[in-house]
């Protein structure tokens, strides 16, 4: 039955907007508490974005005369903004339980990639696998997410290192950001690892010469729609030279600057990307005082990935000295073969426990900041009218039982909502 507006969600016990004044990122004393109402209502419109948030009593004067698509009653319930998901590799076959078990063992991520191991397994059963093969796991992948709270995911090709296993990447990223309902924001990702056989000037050269053009000539032509370049800038894959030169390239052409730095080893990435002027960098293990401070005055956001360390051992980021010295922090799962985590509640839990960061400063980064680390953060990561009207349900009487409750969001979470249509119910 077609409605006035879309969705009335009714008399929640908290609203959590996160921001309230149209802020694109929250830092510093920002962070310390989220923008809450109490008592709350709100409205989604048949566009899907919001038109209204406020105490129950108003917005039902309000729309008394008004008819809605869907009503849901949340008495007794929070509703939050969906979360975001800053950094995810969800495209890719052959599973790599065997390595976790190496892993466990004693075996370093270096090892493992030395040994034919790692990116490079991936690599050799992406290419094998066919486009529907690898569309089939992805969605199943992207379900799992947003029944975990997730509406807006970034999602990075690289496991195929070579034009043709990329491009079908892509592919398959493109027709699930057309056909499934959670928000994608896509990246290329060809300098994920140096294929076999080349040097990592030679990869640079393929990536500048052959990879970014093509992807040029299908984003005009509407084919592909692709956000953001990544590359892996490590010790042993892409030094500080090749990974300027394809950054560069990509920002050429119209992509945000989004990657992997300083993460196994300090190599000046963070520098890098606030003088290229990166929208944002992932992992920073290693991080330098110096690449703090420059990401901060570049605004240039931090995602940090804590399932990563604590599955791979890693020291953790050093996110409370981030966060002291306004850099904009992000989370992210990482989700991948090597670090298996659909759930952005339990990486806020590990941001918590194993970072040292406060709730309302992990809740921030896995929505605003999150969504500000995509380039999205006018449409996306708070609960404000004008914005995109995802959200997400719980049945608890305070927001924070998201986070507190390690592991129970399958239980808490009771809708998942994007463009104001549920697309998860538990």
Known sequence: MAGDHRLLLENARQVVLVCARGERFLARDALRSPAVLEGASLVVGTDGLIKAIGPADVIQKEFS????????????????????????????????????????????????????????????????????????????????????????????????LNLETELKMLRVIERARRQMPIGISATYCGAHSVPKGKTATEAADDIINNHLPKLKELGRNGQIHVDNIDVFCEKGVFDLDSTRRILQGGKDIGLQINFH??????????????????????????????????????????????????MLRLKQPRARKMLDEGVIVALGSDFNPNAYCFSMPMVMHLACVNMRMSMPEALAAATINAAYALGKSHT????????????????????????????????LIEYVIAKGKVIYKK
């Open 65 to 160: 005369e008004e008819t809605f698509e869907e009503r849901i009653d949340c008495s007794g319930k929070c509703i939050l903004p969906g979360l975001v998901d800053a950094h995810t590799h969800p495209v890719w076959a052959g599973e790599r339980v065997h390595e976790f078990a190496m892993k466990l063992a004693g075996a370093t991520y270096m090892d493992i990639h030395q040994a034919g191991g790692g990116i490079n397994f991936t690599v050799q059963c992406t290419r094998q696998a066919s486009e529907e093969e690898l569309f089939s796991s992805f969605q199943q992948r992207l379900q799992c997410m947003t029944r975990a709270g997730t509406t807006l995911v970034e999602c990075k090709s690289g496991y195929g």
């Open 380 to 411: 996306h990561g708070s609960l404000e009218v004008g914005k995109q009207g995802d959200l997400i349900i719980i049945n608890a009487s305070r927001w924070e039982h998201l986070i507190y409750q390690f592991g129970g969001h399958h239980e």
């Open 261 to 310: 730095g300083d993460e196994l080893h300090p190599m000046k990435a963070a520098e890098l990307g606030a003088e290229l002027g990166a929208r944002a960098i992932s992992h920073l293990e290693e991080v330098s005082d110096e690449g703090i401070a420059a990401m901060a005055a570049a605004r240039c956001s931090a995602v940090l990935l804590p399932s990563t360390a604590y």
